[in-house]
């Protein structure tokens, strides 16, 4: 017979100090088991009872419980493991910096952590920046008496200072970041209501544009840049960090390391960009990197922006047009050529076909089938 008993775990800050919070619908058993556990008190605050956490009080808990009830620990521990292929990360910018004396910098406990998780350098300086100016909002608090409320109104502020929805879901990251990993505190603010998701289209340009913006671009690097980046489908961090020895022009793929979500996979290399390539190659000699900036090293991401904004400009096309519309592009026309959604999925290196099924609303093949009631 299935066992309804089960007790909840959650991490519970009173007093300054961490407990182990046990969540339970009331049991007489569970009651009794609970006065066995060391020193137990009850919190009106949080409606549960709570022991404090230790090592040794969570085995207890384990060993009382074993076969009368079911332990979920799904708020309690971490389950997440360090990223171990991405390149060392150096964040001694942000220890270096010389910032007025009453600006609240981020502890050190924080930067140690993201250079032992190895996250990505954008990343890092996008949770460095938001929890900062988390913690400048609440300068004179202690960061372990903050609680769910506070964190509420912060993001209401945020929300007042008219922040998208990405900023605040990064601030709200950088924040958990630092009570469930810093601070080994998983889920304490499991309550943390977030904005509702917006589910933009992406924006698609016709193919016959991206062709004029390639041929009204003499500079034969920049000529590359752009059809790399529709070709292949690739993001603009993707094509920095390509290097000369990526491109297998023997099997005609390119390969992506270390792209988002730290995966590697394989996407096309067109016939027509391999002779592109070679072109440019003898020009430029790049060294190491696929594309390099004046002084060698990886070519800037700014630069790459400013060359898909001048081509766009030239070619005359009426939108904005970025590195992530040449990939939204080329997975759009590759729908629209009959290409099977897994494939897609694929080379955009997406973890999910659902992710890949947004293009499937902005591919107008089927949609020019349907006649309109007017015609």
């Known amino acids: 017979m299935y066992n309804k008993k089960h007790i909840t775990l959650k991490h519970l800050l009173i007093n300054n100090q961490k407990q182990i919070g046990l969540k339970f619908y009331p049991d007489k058993v569970i009651h009794a088991l609970i006065k066995g556990l060391p020193n137990p008190k009850w919190s009106e605050e949080f409606s549960m009872a709570y022991i404090q956490n230790t090592k040794e009080n969570l085995g207890k808990i384990f060993k009382i419980f074993n076969g009368v009830a079911w332990i979920n620990c799904h708020h309690f521990s971490s389950k997440r493991s360090n990223i171990r292929d991405n390149p060392k990360l150096n964040i001694d910018y942000f220890r270096n910096r010389r910032l007025k004396k009453s600006y609240r910098t981020c502890p050190e406990s924080y930067l140690s952590k993201l250079e032992i998780k190895k996250y990505a350098f954008n990343t890092a300086k996008t949770y460095i920046q938001c929890f900062e100016k988390f913690i400048n909002y609440y300068k004179n608090k202690d960061l372990l008496s903050i609680n769910e409320i506070d964190i509420q109104k912060y993001i209401q502020s945020l929300i007042r200072a008219n922040a998208s929805n990405s900023a605040i879901n990064q601030s709200i990251n950088s924040i958990k970041f630092y009570y469930e990993i810093v601070e080994g505190m998983p889920n304490r603010f499991y309550s943390i209501d977030r904005p509702r998701k917006v589910q933009k289209l992406p924006k698609v340009i016709d193919k016959s544009d991206i062709e004029n913006m390639i041929q009204v671009t003499k500079n034969i690097k920049h000529k590359c840049v752009i059809s790399l980046l529709y070709s292949a489908g690739l993001r603009r961090q993707e094509l920095i960090d390509l290097k000369i020895s990526d491109i297998d022009s023997k099997r005609m793929i390119i390969k992506v390391r270390n792209s988002k979500g730290n995966k590697d996979r394989q996407t096309l290399l067109s016939q027509k960009i391999l002779v592109l390539l070679r072109e440019y190659y003898k020009e430029w000699l790049p060294k190491e990197y696929l594309f390099e900036g004046i002084r060698g090293g990886k070519y800037s991401a700014r630069s ?56 499937t609303h902005v591919a107008v093949n089927n949609l020019k089938m349907i006649k309109s009631p007017l015609d």
Do not use: W
């Open 304 to 359: 790459i922006a400013i060359i898909i904004e001048r081509a766009a400009k030239m070619a005359k096309i009426n939108q904005k047009v970025t590195p992530h519309v040449l990939r939204h592009s080329f997975a759009t026309h590759l729908l629209e050529n009959g290409t099977d959604l897994r494939y897609i999925q694929v080379l955009l290196g997406h973890n999910t076909s659902r992710t890949t099924e947004i293009y």
